[in-house]
């Protein structure tokens, strides 16, 4: 066995990476005779649209976010090695009962998407200020065409809040902000994606998961090859399911027999409302408020490690922007500022916390929250955001990171992401050279970090 297996290993490493020469006669079709070298049935390539499989050209640049496995060499080398890191994962697809025909099948001719890793450290909800995030995707338009679709597909939504607890106003919002209402899921087929993702650049663990999940709906016929198309990191549909959560929380709502979060509305609907109430979504509770904070308010108690009661807050002298009582003093709640002292200031709920499981980025959950509350009829923001402030880059995120370790505060392995672990040490740092302990990472911090 493991004879058969190293030959095996070696065979699909050879084809999948180039680097076999088939026979003569066997050139015109290469896949068909490794599939009879092996017995197999001959693979078939999977359909897909020109726009999926066209090629899109690699910057050649290092990643910014300064890991290791996103240096322009070593992205160089993994896609080198790419044959022979999808050899390493049949047995893994084995195990989780892809047949061997199969694994041919749908990886055979798979190559590197190298431009993926231009876009793997330049994710919109990391590198853009959170006005900005807001200002693309909680538009006029985005309010106008969701609004849309609720009164058009009203029965189905409310049947889906019926069954999952989750208020058709969140659906929309993911609906809109995924993909803007399905018109921008993407065009990369999933399991190419998942492939390059699982054996090139920095998140290679978690996309291993993902492209066996990938060939696991394949092998199951949830979705047919040439449906199976989207971002490139491998989410697809128009609420963007990641082929682990499809498998975990897709459901066939509309009971034709299929699990179809690309085609039916109502899958697609239900799957996301599963995946919320599952993730421990609270029926008839809100995502949060925004708030008004009193003069001289203690910047301290803001942040992800501080959860009080609504009516603990109001002690404090927090009331909602627009007025408006808190309906349910009673729930928990921490007080969240994207943009510290200058910015808008909100009170967050346990279901923030849960459309971050969804997509572990604050800007996002606070995208869905603000879009919800539009759909359901609430205005703009009342406070302004600090639009003078420089964004800072990835780089400098990195600096400031580093710069917070260098002084004792604790913020975990450097990541160019700024959140709750390192806003926690901004403010230890404000609060040590006597300014604003808002937590803001801020090109003010940065300078005085950089002072001797």
């Known amino acids: 066995m493991a004879l058969r297996m190293s030959i095996w290993r070696l065979m699909l490493a050879a084809f999948l990476g180039g680097g076999i020469a088939c026979p003569v006669w066997a050139q015109d079709n290469p896949v068909g005779w490794l599939s009879r070298f092996f017995q197999t049935t001959t693979p078939v390539s999977a359909p897909a649209s020109e726009n999926a499989m066209r090629q899109e050209q690699w910057s050649g640049q290092s990643g910014a976010s300064g890991d290791p496995q996103m240096s322009a060499d070593a992205i160089r080398a993994a896609a080198a090695d790419f044959g022979n890191c999808l050899a390493d994962l049949w047995p893994a697809a084995e195990r989780r009962g892809i ?11 798979l190559t590197p998407d190298l431009s993926i ?13 959170t006005w900005d995030y807001l200002d693309l995707l909680v538009s006029d338009d985005r309010v106008d065409r969701g609004q849309q679709l609720l009164a058009q597909y009203a029965p189905t939504f409310a049947a889906v809040q019926r069954a999952y607890g989750v208020a058709p106003t969140i659906l929309a919002a993911m609906w809109g902000v995924e993909s803007d209402y399905g018109t921008k899921g993407g065009d990369r087929p999933v399991l190419r994606s998942t492939a390059t993702l699982a054996c090139v650049g920095r998140r290679r663990d978690f996309f291993r998961g993902e492209f066996l999940a990938a060939l696991e709906i394949l092998q199951r016929g949830d979705i047919p090859p040439d449906r199976l198309i989207g971002s490139w990191a491998g989410a697809f549909g128009p609420t963007q399911f990641m082929p682990t959560s499809f498998l ?14 690309i085609d039916s509305v109502g899958d697609m609907l239900a799957s996301t409302a599963n995946n919320l109430r ?6 008839g509770q809100t995502w949060g408020y925004e708030v008004a904070l009193p003069a001289n308010f203690n910047y301290l108690l803001a942040g992800e490690s501080r959860w009080m009661r609504v009516r603990e807050w109001e002690g404090l002298g927090i009331r909602r922007a627009d007025g408006q009582p808190f309906p349910r003093p009673a729930e928990s709640a921490s007080l969240f500022l994207p943009a510290g002292a200058r910015g808008p200031a909100f009170l967050i709920l346990q279901n923030f916390r849960v459309v971050m499981k969804y997509n572990p980025a604050e800007a996002y959950a606070l995208a869905i929250g603000r879009l919800a509350d539009r759909l359901a009829g ?3 923001l009342v406070h302004s955001w600090p639009r003078d402030e420089r964004v800072l880059t990835v780089a400098e995120r990195y600096e400031m990171q580093e710069l917070l370790a260098r002084h004792g505060f604790k913020i975990g392995e450097p990541d160019g992401l700024i959140g709750p672990e390192t806003r926690l040490a901004i403010r230890k740092f404000q609060t040590s050279v006597g300014e604003v302990p808002d937590g803001f990472a801020s090109s003010e911090v940065l300078d005085r970090l950089l002072q001797p």
């Open 99 to 109: 047949t061997r025909d199969n694994y041919l099948r749908f990886t055979s001719g």
């Open 117 to 129: 890793m231009d876009k793997l450290d330049a994710q919109p909800e990391f590198d853009k200020s």
């Open 248 to 261: 975990r929380y897709a459901v066939d709502f509309d009971g034709n027999g299929h699990r179809d979060v």
């Open 278 to 283: 599952m993730d421990g979504w609270l029926s």
């Open 378 to 380: 609430g205005g703009p």
